[in-house]
């Protein structure tokens, strides 16, 4: 009894994780940058989630971002932001701690997302 009880309450904090994960893609976001700072961009976008901070460079304090967001997720406003510059091409969210995720953009593509 005491093995199936400790399984369930390990697959419900599994789930609730999970859960908090997708939360922060489906959260929409509506926004406008007109040349904005690429790391300022970010923070903004971090700043709309649950639990996001965000890795910058120095390299970003020199990208410039002109973009309009209307009812759209995090994934794709990050898409759009990537296509809007030509250094860096994907982007990783993963553990920060035990209670926030990280958000990196990177020069290459993702292994996995």
């Known amino acids: 009894m005491k093995q199936k009880t400790f399984y369930f309450l390990i697959l419900s904090l599994l789930a609730g994780t999970a859960l908090r994960a997708q939360e922060q893609f489906t959260k929409k976001i509506n926004s406008s940058f007109d040349h904005v700072r690429l790391d ?7 700043a709309t989630q649950t639990d996001l901070k965000v890795t910058t460079t120095p390299a970003m304090e020199h990208i410039f971002i002109t973009l309009q967001f209307k009812d759209i997720t995090l994934d794709k406003a ?7 510059q030509s250094m860096y091409h994907d982007y990783e969210i993963t553990k920060y701690s035990e209670h926030y995720n990280n958000l990196s953009l990177l020069k290459g593509k993702a292994t996995e997302r």
């Open 40 to 46: 300022s961009v970010l923070y903004a976008l971090a």
């Open 78 to 84: 990050i898409d759009l932001v990537l296509a809007k």
